[in-house]
């Protein structure tokens, strides 16, 4: 007899939400953390945290929003253990920022489609300078080593990269409402 999902057992509406929430969550906790490398890994143990406690999750509220919550605990955990790096936001600017972000944003998946558009429509150096930093993580001074450039330029090349993405984005934002 094959297998059906029923939400009605154990664990199987969890299941179902967290699959459903994942680029939420991930957007959440970049946003807590200024886009940190380490991002992706904070997630991770939000979903196992998610998992282990499903049994504590109160069908009647919102799944997103006990999502969140676990999340920013695992943000603050996770600025424990990288509180002597000298960028950081305090404990207040995170909660300020858990509390301004806790509603998700209605239009993020097609902020992200759009975003993956931009970024193609980038040329040369700067999307290679994107793609190097977001993608495969590497510090802006070994991308500087790479160019012959120095670590300053290369972090004002992003800065100049990440507000040509926001335009881009949302011009394609606003012609979307338009259309």
Known sequence: MPM????????????????????????????????????????????????????AYDRAKPFANWARTVARYEVMAWRSTVSRSKLIFSDEIVELLAERLSAPEENANTRLVFLE?????????????????????????????RLGRTAHSISNSLHHAR?????????????EALA
Request: hydrophobic share 40%.
């Open 4 to 55: 059906t999902f029923d939400p009605t057992e154990t664990g199987g509406c969890v299941e179902f939400e967290l699959a459903k929430i994942q680029v939420e969550l991930l957007t959440f906790i970049c946003r807590l953390t200024g886009g940190a490398a380490e991002s992706e890994d904070i997630l991770q143990r939000v979903n196992v945290k998610l998992w282990q406690q499903r049994g």
């Open 117 to 145: 558009q931009c970024r193609n429509e980038m040329v040369g150096t700067m999307r290679q300078i994107v793609d190097w930093f977001y993608f495969d993580r590497i510090p802006p001074r070994d991308i500087a080593k």
């Open 163 to 175: 507000n040509v993405l926001r335009l881009c984005v949302e011009g394609k934002l606003k012609a």
